[in-house]
């Protein structure tokens, strides 16, 4: 840590790791030996299956007082995806909004999405309406993935495209809503069997663009 006045140092020039430490016991004495094949054909809810298959009881997720295990947050997300292909006949690729604050329910709803063979769009709920209005245009989604804290702007939105179109397909579920929690409890929580591929669409997320409107 010798500095001389007025001389100076590069960073190519320094040692951050003995070079010991790249040879024999050293900590990076296998780091050429790392390599592994990945199945490029697993999903990614495929790839969480599994690991609720190795290890159930270890928390998976904890938000706050709440905390689940792998095995908990996999049903969850389970009876999610066998009520949105029960009730929505969801389709691969088909885009699924969620505008949804940070909490369990986030990650319940995307596991859900990918399991029904959905792709999910995160909307941010602090978004201004005409930003709302544009995602929501913009996906043509029928499907809106809530919570009791979100979607009292949905349902605005919903409200403004009846009065223009007279009709509107779109459905607002507000999934820590008492009816939602009592319908959901009633599906199965066993992993699905959903025709879903590594090529299919897992997600969309609007970023802004050069023009003003946002782009997916």
């Given at each position: 840590h010798q500095k001389e006045v007025g001389s100076k140092?590069?960073?190519?020039?320094?040692?951050?790791?003995?070079?010991?430490?790249?040879?024999?016991?050293?900590i990076f004495s296998n780091l050429l030996d790392t390599y592994s094949e990945y199945d490029t054909t697993v999903t990614i809810h495929e790839l969480f299956e599994r690991q609720v298959e190795k290890t159930p009881d270890h928390i998976a997720l904890v938000y706050e007082d709440i905390k689940l295990t792998y095995r908990e947050l996999n049903e969850r997300s389970n009876q999610l995806a066998h009520y949105l292909l029960e009730t929505y006949k969801i389709q691969p690729d088909e885009l699924i909004l969620l505008c949804?604050?940070?909490?369990?329910?986030?990650?319940i709803a995307i596991l859900g999405v990918l399991k029904s063979g959905g792709a999910y769009v995160p909307m941010d709920?602090?978004?201004?309406?005409?930003?709302?209005e544009h995602i929501l245009g913009d996906t043509k989604t029928r499907l809106v993935l809530g919570e009791e804290n979100t979607k009292d702007r949905l349902y605005d939105y919903k409200k403004l495209i009846a009065t223009e179109a007279e009709s509107s397909n779109l459905?607002?579920?507000?999934?820590?809503?008492?009816e939602m929690k009592s319908e959901l409890s009633t599906c199965s929580r066993d992993n699905l069997n959903t025709e879903v591929s590594s090529g299919d669409l897992s997600y969309?997320?609007?970023?802004?663009?050069?023009?003003g409107k946002p782009k997916g």
């Amino acid at each position: 840590h010798q500095k001389e006045v007025g001389s100076k140092l590069r960073l190519e020039d320094l040692s951050w790791v003995r070079e010991e430490e790249y040879s024999g016991d050293g900590i990076f004495s296998n780091l050429l030996d790392t390599y592994s094949e990945y199945d490029t054909t697993v999903t990614i809810h495929e790839l969480f299956e599994r690991q609720v298959e190795k290890t159930p009881d270890h928390i998976a997720l904890v938000y706050e007082d709440i905390k689940l295990t792998y095995r908990e947050l996999n049903e969850r997300s389970n009876q999610l995806a066998h009520y949105l292909l029960e009730t929505y006949k969801i389709q691969p690729d088909e885009l699924i909004l969620l505008c949804l604050e940070r909490s369990e329910q986030m990650l319940i709803a995307i596991l859900g999405v990918l399991k029904s063979g959905g792709a999910y769009v995160p909307m941010d709920p602090g978004y201004p309406m005409d930003r709302i209005e544009h995602i929501l245009g913009d996906t043509k989604t029928r499907l809106v993935l809530g919570e009791e804290n979100t979607k009292d702007r949905l349902y605005d939105y919903k409200k403004l495209i009846a009065t223009e179109a007279e009709s509107s397909n779109l459905s607002v579920i507000s999934l820590d809503s008492s009816e939602m929690k009592s319908e959901l409890s009633t599906c199965s929580r066993d992993n699905l069997n959903t025709e879903v591929s590594s090529g299919d669409l897992s997600y969309v997320i609007y970023t802004s663009g050069t023009t003003g409107k946002p782009k997916g």
